[in-house]
């Protein structure tokens, strides 16, 4: 074999293998990558805060109305006009009513210890010596009013995209900022103390 030959040769294989390296690149970058996690990818926070936040302004001001704030109104999302809204809105702003007619039955009850408000923020009959004669009637004030906090409690909720536990949480904080010493609690672990 002759030098030319030799170099020719060479260089052959010398492209076959820069072929074959070009090939081998190739097709690793081809190659199918999975972008899967084993773990859920976490959701902005900020998007929550914003959430809250809403929520914590709306829970203010209906509590401003049913314990007397006369600077605020309820958030004007409840007066959008569509019938649903408007259907959503009356049922709103009839419980907001009625809790606020009834506020001074349910600060006497909860004064006496007869009335406790549960970590939902719902209220619930703790006092074990309620008269028996007025047994009935603490009864339907705290279902009537239950009722009513349900109504207001889901609206929020809905409106904002929130949960209704977070929604009651944030009533069950703000019930307890406005609350006079004296009412009653649950606490974290389920039992209850007074303010």
């Known amino acids: 074999m002759t030098k030319d030959n030799q170099v020719k040769q060479k260089f ?61 109104q309820m958030n004007a999302i409840f007066f959008i006009e569509n019938a649903y809204a408007q259907a959503q809105s009356q049922d709103v702003a009839a419980a907001i009513q009625r809790r606020k007619d009834r506020k001074s ?17 719902l ?23 239950n009722n009513d906090r349900n109504v207001i409690y889901a609206a929020i909720a809905e409106k904002n995209g929130a949960k209704l536990s977070e929604t009651a949480k944030i009533f069950f904080d703000d019930d307890y900022k406005r609350a006079p010493a004296g009412y009653w609690f649950q606490d974290s672990i389920g039992g209850w103390e007074q303010k």
């Open 123 to 145: 209220l619930v009959i703790i006092g074990k010596s309620i008269p028996s004669d007025m047994r009935g009637n603490v009864q339907s004030a705290v279902n009537e009013e």
């Open 12 to 72: 052959s294989n010398g492209m076959k293998k820069v072929f074959w390296i070009f090939i081998a690149i190739a097709a690793i970058g081809c190659a199918k990558v999975n972008l899967q996690t084993s773990q859920p990818l976490k959701v902005d926070i900020n998007m929550r805060v914003d959430v809250y936040q809403h929520v914590a302004a709306d829970v203010a001001s209906v509590q401003d109305q049913i314990y007397g704030s006369s600077e605020k």
């Open 105 to 121: 039955v349910i600060d006497e009850y909860a004064s006496r210890g007869y009335i406790g408000e549960n970590r939902s923020a």
